[in-house]
């Protein structure tokens, strides 16, 4: 999937473009900067992660490094 595909089908979701209508340069740049904000906005919160490694260890005193 492209991003132009998922702007384009998220547009025809909320009834923006039609089915079958190509978008306008001005459009799909427009579209591409809000996916883009929406990106950033999610990776902000830790949204984007796949997977995250949590590791615990036991401190014991005096060791200096683990």
Do not use: P
């Amino acid at each position: 999937m492209t991003a132009l595909t998922l702007i384009t089908s998220a547009l025809r979701s909320i009834g923006v473009a039609a089915t079958g209508e190509t978008l306008t340069s001005d459009e799909a740049t427009d579209g591409l900067a809000r996916l883009n904000e929406w990106i950033d906005a999610m990776g902000a919160e830790g949204l984007t992660i796949f997977k995250r490694l949590r590791t615990t260890h036991t401190l014991t005193a005096a060791t200096a490094s683990y």
